[in-house]
């Protein structure tokens, strides 16, 4: 069969918002682009729809946050964003907690209310711990940071659900990415720019796709037919599993998955906030979101709440977190050796790089690579 049959520039595989940017770009630029996507649907991840008034994740909270201004200036020409501030509260077996770790925190746990009792007591737990020199793994990062009260409570249970592994044995570079501040001061992330979409963001890939250039296929898995793919067309843009590109051929990369229940009620206020996290190892979802409360207009008395629930990876799920341990990335770097030999191929986006990557940062991503592909 054959599938560039309008001599398309580019062939994007992909409609997250690496490969949407991308096409976006291209043209402008007068190019030529056929997007295929695996899914049903536009955005990636990023995907929102709306119920009852209610701009629904379907894959996930997303606040978009970054201080990043050309970024930021660059995703506000379509949209508009609410100002939406993510104050994330923790449940420990019925226990709330504020998040991030902050001086609301130390108070609900310890009853201090000073930052110098708050760092005292930390530090008596990181004594008692006895732990010295550079932290070899996540849970001795995590009592380095915040001590062994939080740490068992707010930490371990979360983490070892989420990443279906110890916390022993998890690199302790997953835990940096927390806040812990030593103020009252509930805003989850530490960046000047932060909202959601108030339209959701589906509509900001249909804005970035709607070029007369771009055509758009749903419904298509690119690694069907990769060899007719690379024949047929100049150049590619792939944004989806890089160890499955090339058949796994050095063995699977690990992924950790996610499924999600949705539940409506009769409501206006289920739980009372946009996100709760559920800390316990024996409560089988991470967290459960309530989209109404993430600022936005919803329809009287009807909310919609989604829990969280972390899974094993395997190739008939999608694949969200990289396993960024010591042996994936020395499997990574196999992949990238190839790919990098690849001229007229192009691997971007979290699947792509195998790298968590939050949106801005595949935002920025795109944009340099669409610099050093056009603006040479």
Known sequence: MKYNTKNYDYLIVGAGPYGSIFAYEAAKRGKRVLLIEKRDHIAGNMYTHKEDGINVHDYGAHIFHTDNKEVWDYVNQFTEFNGYINQVVANYKGQLYNLPFNMNTFYQMWGVKTPAEAAAKIEEQKKAVGISGAPQNLEEQAISLIGTDIYTKLIKGYTEKQWGRKATELPAFIIRRLPVRYTFDNN?????YQGVPVDGYTSIFE???ASDLIDVVTGVDFLA???TYLKEFP???YTGMIDGFFDYKYGELEYRSVRFENESFDSDNQQGNAVINYTDAETPFTRVMEWRHFDQKADAGRTILTKEYPQDWDRTKEAYYPVNDEKNSELF????KE??????VIFGGRLGNYQYYDMDQVFGAALKVVEKEFDK
């Open 225 to 227: 037919d990769k060899e």
């Open 235 to 237: 150049r590619i843009v």
């Open 339 to 344: 790919a990098n030999g690849l001229k007229n």
């Open 188 to 192: 989850y992330f530490n960046h000047r």
């Open 333 to 336: 770097k196999k992949y990238r």
């Open 207 to 209: 804005k970035l796709l």
